[in-house]
């Protein structure tokens, strides 16, 4: 269980474990095709945290690592295939996908990359045509 301070998370095997600490930098949903191809799904619940926070504390040596660009490092458990999170180093961040992250709340601030949605999410939450203006974005939002 978590002491509400870090959370333990793995790959879909169980192969390589993690810890998160403290509190994540942002949490939400990226409809970005990306994301959408990379996870075969229809959005990505992202939790953004500071390299320093995140510890791999088991089975480092079976992680994947795949470039599609300079600014996304994507991470993945070799023997499972499992998806576990992706390093931004340009924005000196990672995501840890929300869904290998059991314990933590998560709490949505907001929808980037909405202009590419295949499913509209009518929740309320702010979105956003693409991202912020301090991530190179437009900081657009638009009409859910
Ligand atoms: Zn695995
Ligand atoms: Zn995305």
Same mark, same amino acid.
Do not use: C
């Given at each position: 269980m978590s002491d509400g301070k870090s959370h333990a998370g793995s790959c879909f095997c169980g192969a390589v474990q993690f810890t998160v600490g403290g509190e994540p930098a942002a949490m939400g949903y990226c409809h970005c095709a990306s994301c959408r191809h990379w996870s075969a799904g229809p959005v990505n619940a992202f939790t953004l945290w500071k390299p320093d926070v995140v510890k791999v504390t088991r089975g480092a040596e079976h992680i994947g690592t795949y470039n599609k660009s300079s600014g996304s490092s994507r991470k993945w458990c070799k023997l499972c295939g499992g998806h576990i999170f992706t390093? %931004?180093?340009?924005?000196? #961040? =990672? *995501? @840890?996908? $929300? $869904?290998? #992250?059991?314990? &933590? $709340?998560?709490?949505?601030? @907001? %929808?980037? %990359?909405?202009?590419?949605? @295949? #499913? !509209? =999410?009518?929740?309320? @939450? !702010? +979105? &956003? +045509? *693409?991202? !912020? +203006?301090e991530m190179g974005g437009s900081g657009a939002s638009m009409p859910e």
């Open positions: 390093d %931004h180093p340009g924005m000196g #961040l =990672i *995501d @840890v996908y $929300a $869904a290998v #992250l059991p314990s &933590l $709340a998560f709490k949505p601030g @907001v %929808h980037v %990359h909405y202009q590419e949605s @295949v #499913l !509209p =999410i009518r929740d309320g @939450v !702010p +979105k &956003l +045509k *693409d991202v !912020p +203006k």
